[in-house]
């Protein structure tokens, strides 16, 4: 929390707290724990590793539907990610929507190195990729574009299939916590 004398009110009353003004360098730290406070669900994207024939995946929690027509979705994967490479040489790859009693699930996916399905129960989606039991829906794409961004890769990809999978709450993500949906 920044501490000192609050930063003097604009014009229409709000006063800045913390803020970076006049293109100052925004501190990593801040920008976490500002940007934390905005809640996300958390995905898994999975594949089938074409090279062993394996199921491979990662979690992420910047994923957003993009487009309707074409139907467009979009997630974002750290360029240290060493899962990605992976996920990426399949063809096709899954999106899977975990619900709140998937943490352990996420952690694993998460988790560098290791065999990532261990103890995981899955079954494989219309179009071949790992569906991961008790997620709350799946989505079957393929990547349409990739764009670098900072120290993240924006993946764009068309959707093939999807549908609803398991009943219950997201699995949310917020200030670096996990947690529930409360209605």
Not at 13 to 36: M, P
Not at 57 to 81: E, Q
Not at 122 to 131: A, E, F, R
Request: charged share 20%; proline share 7%.
């Amino acid at each position: 929390m920044p501490s000192g004398p609050p930063l003097p009110a604009h014009e229409n009353g709000r006063r800045e707290q913390g803020g970076v003004r006049n293109g100052a360098e925004v501190d990593s730290r801040h920008f976490r724990n500002v940007l934390g406070r905005f809640a996300t669900g958390v995905v898994a994207i999975t594949a089938v590793d074409p090279d062993t024939g394996e199921p491979c995946g990662l979690a992420a929690n910047s994923f957003t539907s993009v487009s309707l027509d074409p139907p467009l979705v979009a997630f974002c994967v750290a360029h240290t990610s060493t899962s990605w490479p992976r996920v990426r040489a399949a063809a096709t790859h899954c999106v899977n929507v975990l619900g709140e009693r998937q943490q352990r699930v996420c952690d694993q996916l998460a988790a560098k190195g290791g065999d990532k399905f261990a103890g995981l129960a899955w079954h494989d989606s219309p179009g071949g990729n790992p569906v991961i039991d008790g997620a709350l829906a799946w989505i079957d794409c393929a990547i349409e574009a990739e764009h670098v961004a900072g120290d993240h890769v924006i993946v764009v990809a068309r959707v093939h299939g999807l549908d609803a999978h398991a009943d219950g709450g997201p699995l949310v993500f917020f200030r670096g916590g996990y947690g529930r949906f409360a209605p």
